[in-house]
C-alpha cells in the first residue's frame, strides 16, 4: 500500500453558450502532481498540454483558462502521448487518484472511450468536493476556490490552469486526509 495519490485537473475547450456546430469539448491541459499523504510533499507537478483535433480554443476559453491555440499548437501533444506519458512516467494505473469532482473523471473516460483508448488510471478514484463536504460538514458543495479559502490556504498559480488547479487540490486533499480543518 503506497502514501502517493496522483491529483489531476483537466482543462477542456469550452465556449459561452452551446459549442459550435461540428465540435466537442475535449481535453487540453492535464494538470498532475503526486501528493505524499505521510508528510503533503507534492511532486511531479506539471500541465501536459493536449492538441484538441474536434474543437478549436475559443477566446472564451483562453480569457478562462489563459491557454491560447497558439500555446497548445506549440507545446502540446496529441491525447494519446498525454496518455503514454501518465502510463510511463506516472505509472497512473498503480495509485488512487483524486479530482475535484466528478468532472475530471468523466471527461478522462469519455474521451478515452471515443478515441477506443485504453482508460490509463485506476478505478480508486477520490472525489475530493464531496470528501470536503463530507469532513466539513459544509451545507454545500463549494468550488476549489472557496474551498481553499474555507480552509484559509492561498491559492497558488491561475485557477483553471490544470497544474496550478492540481497543486491546489492537492494542499485541500492532504488537509482532508490529516484532519487539519
Known amino acids: ?35 505524499d499523504t505521510l508528510t503533503g510533499e507534492i511532486s511531479d507537478n506539471r500541465g501536459i498540454l493536449v492538441k484538441p483535433t474536434h474543437s478549436k480554443i475559443s477566446p472564451f476559453c483562453t480569457q478562462l483558462t489563459t491557454l491560447t491555440p497558439e500555446l497548445v499548437a506549440r507545446e502540446g501533444v496529441s491525447f494519446e502521448e498525454a496518455l503514454q506519458i501518465l502510463k510511463k512516467e506516472y505509472q497512473a494505473y498503480q495509485y488512487t487518484w483524486a479530482s475535484y469532482g466528478n468532472y475530471d473523471r ?18 480508486e478514484h477520490i472525489n475530493v468536493k464531496e470528501r470536503f463536504q463530507e469532513v466539513t460538514q459544509h451545507p454545500k458543495r463549494l468550488g476549489m476556490h472557496q474551498a481553499l479559502n474555507y480552509l ?8 483553471h490552469r ?11 486533499m492532504y488537509r482532508l486526509v490529516t484532519n487539519d480543518l
Open 106 to 123: 468523466n471527461m478522462l473516460q469519455k474521451q478515452c472511450a471515443l478515441r477506443k483508448l485504453p482508460y490509463p488510471m485506476r478505478n
Open 152 to 159: 484559509k490556504i492561498p491559492l497558488v498559480g491561475t485557477h
Open 162 to 172: 490544470g497544474k496550478d488547479d492540481a497543486y491546489n487540490i492537492a494542499k485541500i
Open 1 to 35: 500500500m503506497t502514501n502517493k495519490i496522483i491529483i489531476i485537473d483537466l482543462e477542456a475547450t469550452c465556449w459561452e453558450g452551446i459549442p459550435p456546430k461540428g465540435e466537442v469539448s475535449e481535453i487540453i491541459e492535464i494538470g498532475i502532481c503526486l501528493l
